[in-house]
């Protein structure tokens, strides 16, 4: 099992917002919005299957 220190969770919650961003830079900014809502309706239904 593995587990998280406070000092891990602290610097987990500050890298969050520049690993958002980045995240959005190199990835979601160079989806076509028709692109997504697929991608998304799909993730939808492989969801489902799973639950």
Do not use: F, K, W
Request: proline share 2%.
């Amino acid at each position: 099992m593995t587990s998280l220190t406070d000092e891990g969770l602290r610097r987990l919650e500050s890298a969050y917002p520049a690993l958002l961003l980045s995240a959005r830079r190199r990835v979601v900014d160079h989806v076509h919005c028709d692109a997504a809502a697929m991608t998304v309706r799909q993730i939808r239904r492989i969801a489902s299957v799973l639950e």
